[in-house]
């Protein structure tokens, strides 16, 4: 990503976050094939940075996808990037609860040898937990159900 996308990443975040009347500061951050953008809670409140995250995630949810699809809205497959949105620590603390749930449900399967659903994901989270169990050569995963009541099954491979 040249420094003109991440300046513009940031921008776009900052301007969404002053229209919705939350002004903050955004850092840029690298991380392996994925860029975060990290806003700055130093100046927020504790309301603030609770309507930023939503219900189980959910205005995170949204803003990192409007992010998503709206900086690479012009761009090929192999140009586009993905960003994270991160407000307060959320999204790490989640990453780890979801290694914890794919960790949770593998050893379940392994030891029932029954189907393990993973129920009140978003459409992000399952693919992180298909991405996290992929390693796991005796399991697969796939999902189940019609939104908003999708769910991830993991199962023994066939």
């Known amino acids: 990503m040249s420094k003109t996308e991440t300046e513009l990443a940031r921008e776009w ?6 229209l919705a009347s939350i002004p903050a500061a955004v850092t840029p951050q690298q991380e392996d094939d994925c860029y ?19 219900i189980d995630g ?7 996808y ?3 699809t709206i ?7 192999e140009e586009q990037a993905a960003y994270t949105i ?24 392994r030891l029932t040898k029954l189907e393990y659903e993973i129920a009140s994901l978003s459409s992000a989270e399952r693919r992180q937990i298909h991405t996290l169990l992929k390693e796991h050569e005796d399991l697969e995963t796939y999902s189940r159900g019609q939104e908003p009541d999708r769910r991830l099954v993991v199962k023994i491979k066939d």
């Open 13 to 18: 975040l900052e301007e969404l976050l002053k």
């Open 36 to 54: 975060w953008l990290i806003v700055d809670e130093s100046n927020l409140t504790a309301d603030q940075i609770s309507i930023l995250i939503g």
């Open 58 to 64: 959910a205005v995170i949810d949204a803003i990192q």
């Open 66 to 68: 409007l992010a998503n």
């Open 71 to 77: 900086l690479n809205i012009s761009k090929e497959g």
């Open 86 to 109: 991160e407000v307060n620590g959320y999204r790490s603390r989640r990453i780890q609860e979801l290694q914890l749930m794919a960790d949770y449900a593998a050893n379940q399967v």
